[in-house]
């Protein structure tokens, strides 16, 4: 008998804007891991497509309510989601610049991207320290004007758990912008 799986709490960034999501719509977790994202939306009743390399970890996750789980090559490999759409994209802890036009492809109309990664400055505190895995200032701004996406929310800087890093992190939409949540 395996051993349970261990998985840290969903992101701050990504349960605080989750309610941007239809209830019952589709979501793509890219570069899922442990699929903490996936699990965590899959309980709160959205379709979950789970992608990650990590066979392991994909296998973890097959079976499981509400999640499609997809071993995919997501750098070396054809994109495995073409044609599909999603309302609502989660990216944490990831980047490969090239799939930055596919990702908004695969963003229904209205659909919700919601990104949190690396930035330049991370080195200091250890991994990622290579520029191509580290934002620039200002670019997940400059990547959502680029593929004609709005921006909802937006913050760059050092954060301090779950462990020291440099980030960015953007809610955006494709189409018009959403009235948010908690607001009259």
């Given amino acids: ?25 589709s979501v793509l977790d890219l570069a899922c891991g442990s699929g903490r994202h996936a699990r965590w939306l899959a309980a709160r009743g959205l379709a979950v497509t789970a992608v990650d390399r990590d066979a392991g970890a994909i296998a973890a996750l097959a079976g ?7 071993a995919a090559d997501l750098e070396g490999a054809p994109w495995p ?17 090239p799939l ?9 109309p209205r659909g919700v991207l919601l990104y949190e990664t690396f930035m330049a400055g991370n080195e200091r505190f250890g991994k990622p320290s290579r520029p191509d895995f580290l934002l620039q200032p200002g670019e997940l701004l400059e990547v959502c004007r680029q593929q004609g996406l709005q ?32 607001r009259p």
């Fill in 64 to 70: 499981l309510p509400g999640i499609e789980a997809l």
């Fill in 1 to 25: 008998m395996s051993a349970p799986v261990s998985v840290l709490p969903p992101s701050s960034w990504i349960t605080r804007f989750a309610d941007l999501l239809p209830d019952g719509g």
């Fill in 100 to 108: 930055w036009p596919l990702l908004a492809a695969a963003l229904a």
């Fill in 151 to 182: 921006v909802v929310a937006y913050e760059a800087g050092e954060m301090e758990a779950p462990k020291a890093a440099m980030v960015q992190r953007l809610c955006a939409v494709r189409g018009e912008l959403p009235r948010l949540p908690g």
């Fill in 81 to 97: 989601l073409a044609g599909r759409r999603f309302d609502g994209i989660v990216v944490t802890n990831y980047l490969y610049r």
